[in-house]
């Protein structure tokens, strides 16, 4: 039953009961215009009140029928207002705690609303990259005024009920209730009072204007250029609302329908779309059900104060969770501790945390040199130096002293969990953890799930992910997990263009265009050249026939690491960030093309773009083939909140998808054709390959 109809007296009341938010789906829409007939039939009924029951009033669509054709199934929407609009008898809308997006859009269309306080009161569809589309745009600004309304359809934030009520001259709510509890039975009463009460009130007939409409709007639009880069729905929510000033009523309507419908379209919409619904499913793991038995996690280890040690363990205190942290010596500790002091100071003195609260996260932590402190830790996350030795020492140590049923959790980024779980003799206890630096601002969290991992174990790290608010994505193992992979071999590519032709400096501003915050050659100089260099000559040793640029090599033997060092690809001036084009690395890179024997050529921007993010798409491709994500949409989820790929591109593989799996496919034949490919880079992934040929994507289509 998604929509209850019940009679008191004189009054009906439909309620929509389709958890968790009430989601106007289907079923609810067939409820509610059923409700809404009876009613209007049954002549002992003289005013109808429309309410949510549990924690909503309604969230607005049901995000189950996204993309499917339910979601646009007669009864619309758009056609239930109607309904409650024409309906002959009052219909009064009992609002409480959630009136979302279509959920509004339902209580605009009533004849009166009562609200409770502390309701959240929104129009978020912009941040799927579209707009109220039952009429939001034209009749919320002829309840609250043209400024109001604008701003929360541009932002999609939600305001609170009680704020808005005080708003001067408000129409949205004719009447505030007590409390949550009180509101049905207040409309009830209300209903009552509005019973013979005739012309009944409709939203549509306010007036709707703007003393300075013209200029606001100018204004209004500057605004949203700024902030919205990339992104269409906003400036187009501007012009929806100043149709609501311009317009009769439903010719308003049918601007705000076209608008809609263009803006569905878009490949925009399509990645915020896909971006919320990649960001729900990531929890879910296919053969470890919600209602797997989980650990109660009330207190961390964290072994190692260095840069990742530090910063994962803020993750905690901020989360309430003690923390002990243990290093080998005291001023390892004493700098891993001051280094967390700074980053909260300088939190608080940018307004950005109270000073109260910095010293109750402070005194969540303790440090130790002693394992034998830590046996009681629910939790124990190792992130000391990445060599396989180290860790060994490490998990055996923890085996011997801590507690049974604990976690063992390792934050290593390249080393084989299976093997670093066969220290112990608990290895369905263990598991990584693989937090992106810096780990108290990065989003995403990669959860290595070892040949043994226990089910619980996975359940149990992935809830605590959520609680420390961390995107968490399930990896299985391999060199480099599903992150990391990847981008060895957009960096490759990356090394390639350069030997052909380009430039650093070109190559990152392409893809900086393309909308990455950073390219791979900035990228590089920020992280530190060293790091990847190190990784080379690991692989050089594990993959003898891999093929890649010795450029960057060459820049490493100059000891050019990047920022730290003042250079890299990049000259640095003292104490500041720019990137400056290097002529000494210009020439480097020119006598190494002459050693290759390479006549340079110009190489476009869109090739450029090209095979980086194809690079990226193809390896994707073999890592879901592998199994080693579960899901395209996770491998975007990765890319979108650990490595800056850009949110209205909706990921690599749904670019891929948008570009046309078969386009990337021809793409990747020309690039076979380029002087420093080897043929196997370009080799589509089997995968890939076949989706391309039955004109099939990686994602469900959102
Ligand atoms: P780091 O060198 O900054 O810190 C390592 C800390 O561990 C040092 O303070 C060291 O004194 C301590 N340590 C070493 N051996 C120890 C032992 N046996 N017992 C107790 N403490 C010990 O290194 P970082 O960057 O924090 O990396 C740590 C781990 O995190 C590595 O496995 C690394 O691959 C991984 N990681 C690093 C990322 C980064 O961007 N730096 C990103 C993601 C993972």
Same mark, same amino acid.
Request: contains cysteine.
């Given at each position: 039953?998604?929509?209850?109809?019940?009679?008191?007296?004189?009054?009906?009341?439909?309620?929509?009961?389709?958890?968790?938010v009430?989601?106007?789906?289907?079923d609810?829409?067939? &409820?509610?215009?059923?409700?809404?007939?009876? $009613?209007?039939?049954?002549? !002992? @009924?003289?005013?109808?009140? =429309? +309410?949510? #029951?549990?924690?909503?009033?309604?969230?607005?669509?049901?995000?189950?029928?996204?993309?499917?054709?339910?979601?646009?199934?007669?009864?619309?929407?758009?056609?239930?207002?109607?309904?409650?609009?024409?309906?002959?008898?009052?219909?009064v809308?009992?609002?409480?705690?959630?009136?979302?997006?279509?959920?509004?859009?339902?209580?605009?269309?009533?004849?009166?609303?009562?609200?409770a306080?502390?309701?959240?009161?929104?129009?978020?569809?912009?941040?799927?990259?579209?707009?109220?589309?039952?009429?939001?745009?034209?009749?919320?600004?002829?309840?609250?005024?043209?400024?109001?309304?604008?701003?929360?359809?541009?932002?999609?934030?939600?305001?609170?009920?009680?704020?808005?009520?005080?708003?001067? &001259?408000?129409?949205?709510?004719?009447?505030? $209730?007590?409390?949550t509890? !009180? @509101?049905?039975?207040?409309? =009830? +009463?209300? #209903?009552?009072?509005?019973?013979?009460?005739?012309?009944?009130?409709?939203?549509?007939?306010?007036?709707?204007?703007?003393?300075?409409?013209?200029?606001?709007?100018?204004?209004?639009?500057?605004?949203?250029k700024?902030?919205?880069?990339?992104?269409?729905?906003?400036a187009?929510?501007?012009?929806?609302?100043?149709a609501?000033?311009?317009?009769?009523?439903?010719?308003?309507?049918?601007?705000?329908?076209?608008?809609?419908?263009?803006?569905?379209?878009?490949?925009?919409s399509?990645?915020?779309?896909?971006?919320?619904?990649?960001?729900?499913?990531?929890?879910?793991?296919?053969?470890?059900?919600?209602?797997?038995?989980?650990?109660?996690?009330?207190?961390?280890?964290?072994?190692?104060?260095?840069?990742?040690?530090?910063?994962?363990?803020?993750?905690?205190?901020?989360?309430?969770?003690?923390?002990?942290?243990?290093?080998?010596?005291?001023?390892?500790?004493?700098?891993?501790?001051?280094?967390?002091?700074?980053?909260?100071?300088?939190?608080?003195?940018?307004?950005?945390?109270?000073?109260?609260?910095?010293?109750?996260?402070?005194?969540?932590?303790?440090?130790?040199?002693?394992?034998?402190?830590?046996?009681?830790?629910?939790l124990?996350?190792?992130?000391?130096?990445?060599?396989?030795?180290?860790?060994?020492?490490?998990?055996e140590?923890?085996?011997?002293?801590?507690?049974?049923?604990?976690?063992?959790?390792?934050?290593?980024?390249?080393?084989?969990?299976n093997?670093?779980?066969?220290?112990?003799?608990?290895?369905?206890?263990?598991?990584?953890?693989?937090?992106?630096?810096?780990?108290n601002?990065?989003?995403?969290?990669?959860?290595?799930?070892?040949?043994?991992?226990?089910?619980?174990?996975?359940?149990?790290?992935?809830?605590?992910?959520k609680k420390?608010?961390?995107?968490?994505?399930?990896?299985?193992?391999?060199?480099?997990?599903?992150?990391?992979?990847?981008?060895?071999?957009?960096?490759?590519?990356?090394?390639?263009?350069?030997?052909?032709?380009?430039?650093?400096?070109?190559?990152?501003?392409?893809?900086?265009?393309?909308?990455?915050?950073?390219?791979?050659?900035?990228?590089?100089?920020?992280?530190?050249?060293?790091?990847?260099?190190?990784?080379?000559?690991?692989?050089?040793?594990?993959?003898?026939?891999m093929?890649?640029?010795?450029?960057?090599?060459?820049?490493?033997?100059?000891?050019?690491?990047?920022?730290?060092?003042?250079?890299?690809?990049?000259?640095?001036?003292?104490?500041?960030?720019?990137?400056?084009?290097?002529?000494?690395?210009?020439?480097?890179?020119?006598?190494?093309?002459?050693?290759?024997?390479?006549?340079?050529?110009?190489?476009?921007?869109?090739?450029?773009?090209?095979?980086?993010?194809?690079?990226?798409?193809?390896?994707?491709?073999?890592?879901?083939?592998?199994?080693?994500?579960?899901?395209?949409?996770?491998?975007?989820?990765?890319?979108?909140?650990?490595?800056?790929?850009?949110?209205?591109?909706?990921?690599?593989?749904?670019?891929?998808?948008?570009?046309?799996?078969?386009?990337?496919?021809?793409?990747?034949?020309?690039?076979?054709?380029?002087?420093?490919?080897?043929?196997?880079?370009?080799?589509?992934?089997?995968?890939?390959?076949?989706?391309?040929?039955?004109?099939?994507?990686?994602?469900?289509?959102?």
């Open positions: 039953m998604t929509a209850e109809y019940k009679v008191h007296g004189d009054v009906a009341v439909i309620t929509m009961n389709n958890p968790p009430n989601g106007l789906g289907y609810t829409r067939i &409820g509610l215009t059923g409700g809404l007939e009876k $009613a209007i039939a049954d002549a !002992s @009924v003289k005013a109808i009140v =429309i +309410a949510g #029951a549990g924690r909503a009033f309604s969230g607005g669509a049901d995000i189950n029928e996204f993309g499917t054709p339910r979601a646009l199934a007669e009864p619309n929407l758009h056609s239930v207002i109607l309904v409650v609009e024409n309906s002959p008898k009052p219909v809308a009992a609002i409480h705690s959630i009136v979302m997006g279509g959920g509004l859009e339902l209580a605009l269309g009533c004849h009166y609303r009562i609200a306080p502390g309701a959240k009161v929104a129009l978020p569809e912009v941040k799927l990259g579209l707009l109220p589309g039952a009429g939001g745009t034209q009749r919320l600004p002829r309840v609250l005024g043209v400024e109001t309304a604008l701003n929360m359809i541009v932002s999609g934030e939600a305001v609170n009920s009680e704020l808005l009520a005080q708003q001067p &001259g408000q129409k949205l709510f004719d009447r505030m $209730a007590a409390s509890e !009180s @509101v049905l039975e207040e409309a =009830i +009463a209300f #209903a009552r009072t509005v019973a013979d009460k005739r012309p009944l009130p409709l939203v549509r007939e306010l007036p709707c204007k703007h003393p300075v409409g013209d200029a606001y709007f100018q204004f209004a639009r500057n605004m949203v700024g902030m919205a880069r990339n992104l269409p729905a906003p187009k929510c501007v012009d929806a609302v100043e609501s000033t311009q317009k009769k009523f439903d010719d308003g309507m049918a601007t705000e329908r076209e608008l809609f419908i263009n803006l569905m379209f878009t490949p925009e399509r990645a915020l779309r896909h971006i919320f619904m990649a960001e729900r499913a990531t929890s879910k793991i296919p053969d470890v059900p919600a209602d797997t038995p989980q650990r109660e996690i009330k207190s961390v280890a964290v072994i190692g104060a260095g840069t990742m040690g530090g910063g994962i363990s803020m993750n905690f205190l901020n989360a309430g969770i003690p923390v002990k942290i243990l290093e080998m010596k005291q001023d390892a500790l004493d700098r891993g501790v001051a280094t967390m002091r700074k980053n909260y100071e300088s939190q608080v003195k940018r307004g950005k945390l109270k000073a109260e609260k910095y010293e109750a996260r402070m005194g969540l932590l303790s440090t130790t040199l002693d394992y034998n402190d830590l046996k009681n830790a629910d124990v996350i190792e992130a000391v130096f990445e060599e396989m030795g180290v860790k060994q020492k490490v998990f140590k923890l085996d011997e002293v801590m507690k049974p049923g604990a976690i063992l959790a390792s934050n290593t980024s390249t080393l084989d969990v093997k670093i779980a066969s220290f112990t003799k608990r290895p369905q206890d263990v598991i990584g953890m693989h937090f992106f630096s810096p780990a601002v990065m989003k995403l969290l990669e959860v290595i799930r070892g040949a043994k991992t226990g089910k619980d174990v996975l359940a149990t790290v992935m809830s605590l992910a420390i608010k961390k995107t968490a994505v399930v990896s299985g193992v391999c060199d480099g997990f599903i992150g990391n992979r990847m981008v060895e071999q957009y960096s490759r590519q990356a090394g390639f263009l350069v030997d052909e032709g380009a430039t650093p400096q070109q190559v990152d501003k392409a893809i900086e265009r393309f909308g990455f915050a950073m390219g791979p050659f900035r990228m590089g100089d920020l992280a530190g050249n060293d790091i990847g260099w190190a990784i080379r000559k690991r692989r050089a040793i594990e993959h003898p026939n093929l890649y640029s010795r450029t960057a090599d060459k820049l490493c033997e100059l000891g050019r690491f990047g920022q730290k060092t003042g250079a890299g690809w990049y000259d640095y001036q003292a104490g500041k960030r720019d990137a400056i084009p290097s002529p000494l690395v210009e020439k480097m890179i020119e006598d190494h093309r002459k050693e290759l024997g390479i006549a340079p050529r110009k190489i476009s921007d869109e090739e450029i773009v090209q095979r980086l993010v194809f690079s990226l798409v193809n390896e994707g491709a073999r890592i879901l083939e592998d199994g080693i994500a579960s899901r395209a949409g996770d491998i975007d989820m990765v890319y979108l909140t650990g490595y800056g790929f850009p949110l209205h591109r909706g990921g690599p593989m749904l670019y891929a998808d948008q570009f046309g799996l078969f386009n990337v496919v021809q793409a990747m034949k020309r690039f076979q054709r380029n002087p420093r490919d080897d043929v196997k880079f370009w080799e589509p992934a089997p995968l890939l390959a076949r989706l391309a040929a039955e004109g099939k994507t990686f994602n469900p289509t959102t």
